[in-house]
């Protein structure tokens, strides 16, 4: 079995860390394995042996995944705005919970420059001949088979439908064990052969017996999901395969390379709350880092780590799909096809899917009209049929009534039958509703324009139906057809009604591959365009939907990136360096240049203004507040004394607006930011611990603390360290500015540092209020010193104000505390007035009397 992980905060470091084990992960780790690179795995969920699958009630209801409630279990259920997301959590990603269909793209359906609604075009920059022999070897691996049974009920039916309707209808390769040994015949129940790699379960598995649980983990290991095949051959070829350990963050490395943090989830803490926020972060160095954490997962990776990756393609986010997913349901079939005798399906008998009938597509070239798609019998457990029966809520009371008469006249002695098989016969009923039923599910070539993004620091997902409808639309027709071929009814996916929702087990898209940076996040081989040996090698990378089931291409996808990257076409190592040297001369040329531009008396390139050395951060980072010098100045009350406690006030500022990454102009970073919708905000506490010396010296130094919340940054940040200087001159009297300075640090611990400052100065026309409420602000990369703000790395720009509202709600967070609050209060406000006096108050001075100026 799979070893639990270990602490790696020593771990050496690593030619490749893949991220996820499901189709891209566990083919990229075997690949690399075999070649013998030394590869880690982190898988955050835990393996599941065979027999290890829930089934009771009770564990079903926990085979969830959200570890802050205390479930590690199977499903990971995602709700967005417009259709719900079922992924896998456990050894073998998504295999453990797919339906084994192991289908090619179709050759045509590789779309180029196909106009997308809103703009854009989705381009595959790879054709089905890179891939076939991929495919050939994944299938191989896979153990590929069609079913072998000719007689199961919903076999027979769906090409029976698909006969009469004139579609064509195949039984797809499927990945699973019919047979003990590869030449045998099929058997149900027969033990499994393991082959020459072993198991990494180290338990026997058996071949299919027919059971339809293939959708809720097999426990019977007929499955050959990945951790019985690829992954088990990885970690005999040496790969460390470790379980439980969530990856919460990675930062490119100085020399190349790459640091990658992750969490441990404890399986004692299974069943209990956690604060996984406060779990402590493991790390491990690696040269090459593959992230393989499925459409979900592997986009929000990368866009939480956004402002550690400058210069990401803003492709990021982009080219969603669902594959089309689409379910529905065939209720009553009849023989004759016209309201006869009940035609038994028998849904549970077989695998999940044994047949695939398939839709046309205008890419085809045959005379077929709009996206193609299809539609595949959908078996379920034993136990679904059950659920269905029992919820037939009005018969089933008539039944239980007349079996409880019975048994109770039994018991009088007026009935003295004492044979009671008749009667619980007719307490079950005949259960016709769920053998003459049968799922239907849909897939195909959805249009792949729908857009992730961090919402509140969580994954959301911009994508609805409605730019699909023609192809929602065809499927359900088709769908329909088949019920009616079958003297049946069809019932829709209950989430259709409600705003034509959908569920997606087959989520793609968020990171897709392309031609140039312009067009894709990554190349065709998954390399992330600038950033050398980082990958991007599951559903996130395909730029479209695959049409058919996705698993197989994904997995050939990987297999083909992993020949280039063993043939030394994608080299981190040199190139990482050579990378990173490029990016950060380019950008402290251009930083120097608009510095000696602006000239010694202008704004820096960081937002703030040139600073005095009473203004320059202290020395000693470790000694906030102490922007100035750190003399006592003369107490402005005249009431202090020594033995004195000083009084400290402090108030409460909230600023929000608009950023954007890799931007470094605050106004076109603001622009282009409220374009996309990435706001940026913060609440900060700002307080002068002394308020005599803070209206003495002339810096006016604060400390500021509180948070910054940025969705393209990950979410909240909190603020390590600030400060802020309420008034300060550079020999131009006119002018005066109000520096910000907030040391950040992101979830996944890159340092960022906020700078800025409000500018304030007399314009034509009344602009106290706007010079006073906006901030135009610079991310910078790391915690530079301030006399290192113009060669640093620019994350992003924007501009942050303050609302009325929020001004209103700051004029009641005025605190002091000391001995003397009420004069402290009073000198605070003649400095604040004082000052915009100096400013604004020229053109007024001949028409407020003296006596009345401040």
């Known amino acids: 079995m799979a070893g639990e992980p270990h602490d790696s905060q020593h771990t050496a470091l690593v030619d490749t860390v893949v991220v996820g084990s499901g189709f891209g992960g566990a083919v990229t780790a075997y690949r690399l394995a075999e070649a013998g690179r030394s590869v880690v795995v982190l898988e955050r969920g835990k393996p599941y042996p065979p027999g290890g699958f829930p089934r009771s009630p009770a564990d079903m209801a926990r085979n969830f995944w959200d570890p802050s409630n205390g479930l590690h279990g199977m499903f990971d259920i995602w709700s967005f705005r417009g259709l719900e997301g ?3 959590s456990g050894l073998g990603g998504g295999s453990l919970i797919y339906a084994n269909v192991l289908l090619r793209k179709d050759e045509r359906w590789f779309a180029h420059e196909s106009p997308l609604p809103g703009g854009g075009y989705e381009n595959w920059p790879i054709g089905r001949a890179d891939l076939d022999p991929h495919y050939d070897r994944v299938e191989r691996m896979l153990g590929a088979t069609t079913y072998p049974y000719q007689d199961t009920p919903k076999t027979l039916a769906l090409h029976q439908a698909a006969c009469r309707l004139g579609l064509p209808v195949f039984r797809p390769p499927l990945a699973v064990s019919f047979a003990p040994r590869p030449g045998a015949a099929p058997v149900p129940g027969a033990q499994i052969t393991d082959p020459d790699y072993g198991n990494l379960h180290g338990l026997p598995r058996s071949t299919c017996r027919l059971c339809g649980e293939c959708d809720v983990g097999c426990n019977y290991g007929a499955k050959n999901t990945l951790d019985h095949t690829y992954l088990s051959a990885a970690r005999h070829h040496g790969a460390d395969v470790r379980t439980r350990c969530e990856v919460r963050g990675f930062t490119p490395r100085p020399g190349g390379g790459y640091d990658v943090s992750y969490v441990v989830h404890d399986p004692a803490r299974e069943g209990r709350r956690t604060g996984t926020d406060r779990l402590p972060l493991h790390r491990i160095r690696c040269r090459r880092l593959v992230l393989a954490a499925g459409t979900f997962g592997s986009t929000f990776l990368l866009l939480r780590n956004r402002a550690a990756l400058p210069g990401l393609s803003s492709a990021l986010g982009t080219r969603f799909s669902g594959n089309g997913d689409l379910l529905g349901m065939v209720l009553r079939a ?17 695998p999940v899917i044994t047949s695939a009938v398939r839709g046309g597509d205008a890419l085809d070239e045959d005379g077929s009209a709009g996206r193609g798609f299809y539609i595949e019998d959908a078996g379920h457990p034993d136990f679904v049929a059950w659920l269905a029966e029992s919820a037939q809520l009005p018969g089933g009371a008539r039944r239980l009534l ?17 044979r009671v098989g008749g009667q619980l016969a007719l307490l079950l009923g005949p259960a016709m509703l769920s053998a003459t039923s049968l799922p239907l599910l849909g897939m195909g070539r959805d249009v792949p324009d729908g857009r992730m993004r961090l919402r509140r620091g969580q994954l959301d997902v911009d994508w609805t139906t409605r730019t699909s409808r023609a192809y929602f639309e065809r499927v359900r027709s088709t769908m329909r057809d088949i019920a009616g071929a079958l003297g049946g009814d069809f019932l829709d996916n209950p989430l259709w009604w409600w705003g034509n929702r959908v569920i997606t087990v087959h989520p793609l898209g968020g990171s897709p591959m392309g031609r140039h940076p312009g067009e894709g996040v990554c190349d065709d081989i998954g390399e992330v365009f600038g950033f050398p040996g980082l990958h991007v090698l ?22 083909r990136a992993c020949d280039r990257i063993l043939d030394g ?13 490029r990016t950060a001369r380019t950008a402290r040329t251009a930083r120097t240049a608009r510095a000696g531009r602006a000239g010694r008396a202008g704004p820096a390139a960081d937002g703030t203004a040139p600073r005095t050395p009473a203004e320059a951060a202290p020395a000693d980072p470790a000694t906030p507040g102490t922007h100035a010098s750190p003399a006592k100045a003369a107490s402005p009350t005249g009431a202090a004394s020594p033995t004195e406690p ?17 931007v470094d102009d605050p106004e076109q970073g603001h622009a282009l930011g409220r374009s996309l919708g990435q706001r940026l905000s913060f609440r900060l506490t700002i307080t002068a611990a002394d308020v005599d010396r803070f209206i003495a010296e002339p810096a006016h130094a604060a400390d500021a603390v509180g948070h910054v919340d940025c969705d393209v940054l990950g979410g909240r940040l909190e603020v390590e360290r600030g400060w802020f200087n309420l008034f300060t001159q550079d020999g131009d009297a006119s002018r005066r500015r109000m520096p910000y300075r907030l040391h950040l640090r992101t979830q996944e611990g890159t340092p960022l540092t906020l700078t800025g400052h409000k500018d304030v100065h007399d314009d034509p026309g009344v602009d106290v209020w706007t010079d006073t409420s906006t901030l135009p602000v610079r991310l910078l990369a790391g915690h530079p010193h301030p006399d290192d703000d113009t ?14 509202g929020d001004f209103v709600r700051q004029l009641t967070t005025f605190r002091t505390t000391g001995p003397h609050p009420a004069r402290a209060m009073e000198l605070f406000g003649k400095l604040f007035l004082g000052e915009l006096w100096a400013v604004y108050g020229g053109r007024l001075a001949r028409a407020v009397p003296a006596k009345d100026r401040p």
């Open 538 to 559: 599951d559903g996130a990378l395909l730029p479209g939907a695959v049409g058919a089931n996705p698993s197989l291409t994904i997995a050939a996808v990987a297999d």
């Open 334 to 350: 009849t023989a004759d096809g016209d309201g006869g005798r009940p035609l038994r399906l028998d849904g549970s008998r077989g």
């Open 646 to 662: 000083p009084t400290s006030l402090s108030f409460t500022e909230e600023m929000k607006g608009h950023v954007a990454l890799d």
């Open 569 to 581: 076409q994608s080299a981190p190592h040199a190139a990482a360096g050579a990378s990173a040297a």
């Open 791 to 804: 060669t640093a790395p620019v994350i992003g720009a924007g501009i942050v104000t303050i609302r009325i």
């Open 86 to 88: 079922v992924v896998s």
């Open 402 to 418: 007349g079996f409880g008469l019975h048994r109770l006249l039994t018991r009088l002695g007026v009935d003295p039958a004492g």
